[in-house]
């Protein structure tokens, strides 16, 4: 999901068992009892997710792996570097999913913001020379308001084969890091 906008209309996922209560209202929480669907892999200080939407195919986000983190600094000096080293892992996984997928792939954007979702995070964005003209060179966060919400973009079943290429190659940089 990108934590920061609204969810998309009907995204995947259900109630969890052991709360009854839907994923998304505790993304940390849920990925630590092992409940949230979007989870990719555990990292060393947090979890790679596939965002709740996909209109830049294979973003992600990395979520840190404790609610109760705000912001980078929160975090000792040894947990900061795993999450950025995770941050940069997951990006590069990204990059290299995107790059054999789409010939019009032309970069990986990185940001922690927090705007909305207080939980620490970061957000993994691919982009590609397709995108508008007006936007490619602009942050994401001016891409129409109405694709954040187009079932048209909702992470599903057809996106299987993105969410497993980029888990692979998290297991692939995992063991060369």
Known sequence: MAP???????????PTPATGTDWR??????????????VL???????????????????SVLLVDNPRVERLSDLPQSRRL??????DRLGEAVERVSRARDAAFR???????????SFLHAHVWPRFDWE??????????????TKWADAAYALGPRHD????????ELDRLGSTH
């Not at 084969?161 to 692979?168: I, K, S, T, Y």
Request: net charge negative; hydrophobic share 35%.
């Open 161 to 168: 084969p993105l969410r497993e290429a980029v888990g692979a």
């Open 25 to 38: 209202t505790d993304r940390i929480g849920s990925a630590l009892r092992g409940e949230n669907p979007t």
């Open 107 to 117: 970069r990986v954007n990185l940001e922690i913001l927090g705007n909305t979702d």
């Open 82 to 87: 795993a999450f950025l080293s995770d941050m």
């Open 132 to 145: 508008p003209a007006e936007l490619v060179k602009g942050p994401v966060w001016l891409h129409p308001r």
């Open 41 to 59: 892999r555990r990292l060393t200080a947090g979890f790679a997710v596939i965002g709740d939407v996909q209109f830049l195919p294979g973003y």
């Open 4 to 14: 920061d906008t609204p969810p998309p209309p009907d995204p995947p996922g259900s």
